[in-house]
């Protein structure tokens, strides 16, 4: 009997020290998941440049090339209800500032050139037949000319990320 009371003793201060213990680990967040999450991006000066806040959480499938590389990483591991902050490089974001896409355009052979403002985003086609969304950031008689780096081109960003969902 003082045996069978042994073992019922350590079968419950088993049970109390695992209490809320479970067989699985908080899921982690892995490639092919698809994912929800709520966001904030800062230039390094704290200015915010865009946020999720107010609306739908960000949707997007990791590894699916649907983010920037480093956003993406920076939720690689992360478990649901989870926040954290992540320093993005220019490199791992929108690539560094290119001179080569700044593009003098002859106004002559812009069809609607009289209608063009500064600020206005164009399509332009390179030589090799590839298309970019360029903006045109100055306008004269001689030339239009369009940038087509990404606005946050050469930028380090920092983003808070809270992860809200994890779907397989």
Same mark, same amino acid.
Not at 33 to 41: A, E, N
Not at 63 to 92: H, L, N, S
């Given at each position: 009997?003082?045996?069978?009371?042994?073992?019922?003793?350590?079968?419950?201060?088993?049970?109390?020290?695992?209490?809320?213990?479970?067989?699985?680990?908080?899921?982690?967040?892995?490639?092919?998941?698809? *994912?929800? *999450?709520?966001?904030?991006?800062?230039?390094?000066? /704290?200015?915010?440049?865009?946020?999720?806040? /107010?609306?739908?959480?960000?949707?997007?499938? *990791?590894?699916?090339? +649907?983010?920037? &590389?480093?956003?993406? +990483?920076?939720?690689?591991?992360?478990?649901?209800?989870?926040?954290?902050?992540?320093?993005? &490089?220019?490199?791992?974001?929108?690539?560094?500032?290119?001179?080569?896409?700044?593009?003098?355009?002859?106004?002559?052979?812009?069809?609607?050139?009289?209608?063009?403002? *500064?600020?206005?985003?164009?399509?332009?086609?390179? @030589? @090799?037949?590839?298309?970019?969304?360029?903006?045109?950031?100055?306008?004269? &008689?001689?030339?239009?000319?369009?940038?087509?780096?990404?606005?946050?081109?050469? +930028?380090?960003?920092?983003?808070?990320?809270?992860?809200?969902?994890?779907?397989?």
């Amino acid at each position: 009997m003082r045996c069978l009371q042994g073992f019922l003793l350590l079968v419950m201060v088993l049970l109390i020290s695992c209490s809320g213990c479970t067989d699985t680990a908080a899921e982690q967040v892995k490639a092919g998941d698809t *994912v929800r *999450v709520h966001y904030t991006g800062t230039f390094e000066n /704290g200015t915010v440049f865009d946020s999720s806040v /107010g609306r739908e959480p960000l949707e997007f499938t *990791v590894g699916g090339a +649907e983010v920037i &590389p480093g956003f993406e +990483e920076g939720v690689v591991g992360m478990q649901v209800g989870e926040t954290k902050t992540v320093w993005v &490089p220019a490199d791992r974001a929108y690539g560094h500032y290119r001179e080569d896409l700044v593009f003098i355009a002859d106004p002559a052979g812009v069809p609607g050139r009289e209608n063009l403002t *500064v600020g206005q985003q164009v399509r332009v086609t390179l @030589s @090799s037949n590839q298309g970019l969304i360029g903006t045109i950031t100055g306008i004269s &008689p001689d030339g239009i000319v369009i940038d087509a780096n990404h606005p946050l081109a050469g +930028e380090d960003l920092t983003f808070t990320i809270q992860l809200v969902e994890i779907r397989r």
